[in-house]
């Protein structure tokens, strides 16, 4: 049941579409919250719909995100090419002004752990899965774990003071994590937000618009005019830093941190 008042099912054009010569299957998902999207997962294309919406106003609406992501698809084919985090012995990265270097040691003990020092992130492993078909996979996650509990009080405390300075929203707390298909996110329901690890390697501009982006959303839960208003009161320049992580951030922290300025 899409909404008790809706007198028919939403009649949808799931036909996959084509673009530079790729077919993409289009899937629809009726949701809960108040907001649509489009985003591509897994190589397929899928539209999130409010069910609170009427049938109408549903058959719109993803009438008009599916011409949208298939005219972003072929104009801007490389806002879609999503990299996986990759992390490796000797990388050197740059967080907050820091450099930290990678370094991958034997584990004596047999456990697998990695943890972030003053200037480098060790990583230990067993002899069983060094250098095994699964090392690469394991580095990788060991230290996105690592760096996520070294830096979540630092990100915190700047969560707080852009909260207080302009918001003064109840925020109970951050998650850093992983996140696949998103910068960050806002929960009303637990009072928290989810920021994407990758934000780490990011200008610092580009890292306080999207902590300005999801604190917004404590007040306003769609992407409409009173949303980015509210945006642009307190960063004037936030089209910048969305323009940065179209084009540079599928490449945060897969390669040397991308810490440019933002043009």
């Avoid at 649509?36 to 190589?43: I, N």
């Avoid at 090392?135 to 003071?161: G, I, M, N, P, Y």
């Avoid at 509210?230 to 004037?236: D, F, K, S």
Wanted: positive net charge; aromatic residues 8%.
């Amino acid at each position: 049941m899409w909404r008790l008042s809706l007198d028919r099912e939403p009649a949808l054009d799931l036909t996959p579409v084509t673009v530079n010569g790729k077919s993409y299957y289009v899937d629809a998902i009726f949701t809960d919250g108040r907001t649509a999207s489009a985003s591509l997962k897994d190589g397929r294309i899928v539209i999130r719909v409010p069910k609170c919406v009427r049938t109408a106003e549903a058959e719109a609406l993803f009438l008009n995100l599916k011409r949208r992501i298939s005219r972003s698809l072929e104009e801007h084919p490389e806002r879609f090419r999503k990299h996986a985090l990759e992390f490796r012995d000797g990388q050197m990265l740059s967080i907050y002004g820091k450099y930290l270097s990678i370094a991958i040691e034997h584990s004596q003990s047999g456990r697998k752990w990695a943890k972030v020092y003053d200037d480098k992130v060790v990583v230990k492993l067993p002899d069983a899965v060094y250098g095994g078909s699964e090392h690469s996979k394991l580095v990788t996650r060991l230290v996105t774990r690592a760096l996520c509990r070294s830096f979540r009080q630092l990100v915190w405390s700047r969560v707080s003071e852009l909260n207080r300075a302009n918001i003064s929203a109840r925020i109970d707390g951050i998650t850093l994590k992983d996140i696949k298909s998103r910068w960050g996110s806002y929960s009303p329901r637990s009072k928290k937000i989810s920021l994407n690890v990758r934000l780490l390697f990011a200008p610092q501009e580009v890292l306080d618009y999207v902590i300005v982006h999801e604190l917004c959303h404590s007040r306003v839960h769609n992407h409409g005019k009173k949303f980015w208003s509210q945006v642009a009161i307190i960063l004037p320049d936030y089209r910048n830093q969305i323009r940065w992580l179209r084009m540079r951030g599928d490449m945060l922290g897969c390669t040397e941190p991308a810490n440019a300025s933002i043009a």
